[in-house]
C-alpha cells in the first residue's frame, strides 16, 4: 500500500466520480482506476459499488475511508512540526471561509511580512469548512457565524455594527437612521440561501417581525454592493464602510435604530490538530491586524 494510493482513493471515495477525480488530481482517468483497482486487489475488498460508469462508495469504503484521513492527517501535522524546526517564517497556512472580503487585506498584509510561508485560502460553504477543520485539512476557519461544534475553538476577532446601504436620491438617503420595521415592502439586494451572511439578515427581518421582499438574490459583496447603487433596491452593509472610511459612491450607510443590528467573525481551529508556529504567527497577526484597523479607522475590505 502507497502513500499515493490512499491520496487518490481520497478524492475518489468524496467525489464518488472517476473522471472527475481525475481532473482534480490532473492524472489520467485509466491511471487513476488502475490505482484504485491495486488498492482494492491490496486489501482483499471492493471499495465501491459499480453500476456501469456510476461508482459509490461502500461500507468497505467508508470504514476504509474514515481511517485514510486519519493517516493522511497524522503526516500532515507531522509534516508541519518538521517544518517548525526551521522557524515560523516558513511552511504551510490553509484557510478555509465562506467569505474573503474581510479577510482580504489582512492575507496580503501577511503576505508581504511572511514570503516564505505557503498560503493558501480556500473558498467554500460553512459546512465543508467544518469538514475541512475536522480532518485537520484547513488550519484555520474563518466566518460570520458561530461554529458551535465539539472540539473547534472560536476566536471572535471583528464586530461590527450593520447598517442599511440606500442609493443616492432616495427617500432615506439624508437620514441618519432608521427602524427595520420602516422597510417593510421596500425592495432588497439580498444574499442567495447558502451565503453565510443570510442567516444574519433572516434572524434579523425575524425581530423586526417582517419579511423581506427580494429584488435579487446575489451571492458575492460586489455584486450587492453594484445593484444597490444601481437603484435596483437597499441592503445590509457593514458598517465598517461607514466608520472607517467615506461611504460607497452613490450610497448612503443609515444606522438601524431597531433591532440593534451587530454582527460579528471568528477565527476557528480544532484543538485536536496540531497547530504549526505559522499557523500561530497567523492567528497573533489577524488579531493585531484588526485591531490596528479599528483603530486607525482605515477600511477592511468591502461590505457585507
Request: aromatic share 8%; hydrophobic share 40%.
Amino acid at each position: 500500500m502507497e502513500l499515493l494510493q490512499l491520496q487518490y482513493f481520497r478524492t475518489v471515495a468524496r467525489l464518488e466520480h472517476m473522471t472527475q477525480a481525475a481532473q482534480a488530481l490532473r492524472i489520467a482517468q485509466p491511471a487513476l482506476s488502475k490505482t484504485i483497482a491495486r488498492l482494492e486487489e491490496d486489501l482483499g475488498v471492493p471499495l465501491f459499488d459499480r453500476q456501469g460508469r456510476q461508482i459509490r462508495l461502500n461500507a468497505f469504503g467508508r470504514a476504509f475511508l474514515a481511517r485514510t484521513e486519519t493517516a493522511l492527517s497524522a503526516l500532515e501535522e507531522g509534516r508541519r512540526e518538521l517544518t517548525d524546526l526551521a522557524g515560523i517564517t516558513r511552511g504551510r497556512l490553509h484557510i478555509a471561509t465562506p467569505t474573503l472580503n474581510r479577510l482580504s487585506a489582512a492575507l496580503t498584509a501577511y503576505r508581504e511580512l511572511y514570503p516564505e510561508v505557503s498560503l493558501r485560502v480556500t473558498q467554500v460553504p460553512t459546512e465543508e469548512m467544518v469538514r475541512l477543520l475536522e480532518s485537520g485539512e484547513a488550519d484555520f476557519g474563518f466566518s460570520s457565524l458561530p461554529f458551535n461544534r465539539p472540539g473547534i475553538r472560536e476566536l471572535p476577532v471583528l464586530r461590527e455594527e450593520v447598517c442599511l446601504a440606500v442609493p443616492a436620491g432616495h427617500r432615506w438617503a439624508d437620514r441618519p437612521g432608521i427602524a427595520l420595521a420602516e422597510t417593510a415592502g421596500e425592495p432588497f439586494i439580498g444574499y442567495t440561501e447558502d451565503n453565510p451572511f443570510r442567516q444574519r439578515d433572516d434572524a434579523l427581518f425575524r425581530q423586526a417581525g417582517m419579511v423581506p421582499k427580494y429584488a435579487c438574490e446575489v451571492s458575492e459583496p460586489a455584486a450587492k454592493t453594484s445593484l444597490i447603487r444601481a437603484g435596483l433596491g437597499i441592503g445590509f452593509a457593514g458598517a465598517c464602510n461607514r466608520d472607517r472610511t467615506d461611504p460607497p459612491p452613490s450610497l448612503s450607510m443609515l444606522r438601524i435604530s431597531d433591532p440593534v443590528c451587530q454582527g460579528s467573525f471568528q477565527l476557528a481551529w480544532h484543538e485536536r490538530h496540531y497547530m504549526s508556529k505559522a499557523a500561530e504567527a497567523f492567528r497573533d497577526f489577524l488579531v493585531k491586524f484588526i485591531a490596528d484597523e479599528t483603530d486607525s479607522k482605515r477600511p477592511l475590505a468591502g461590505a457585507g
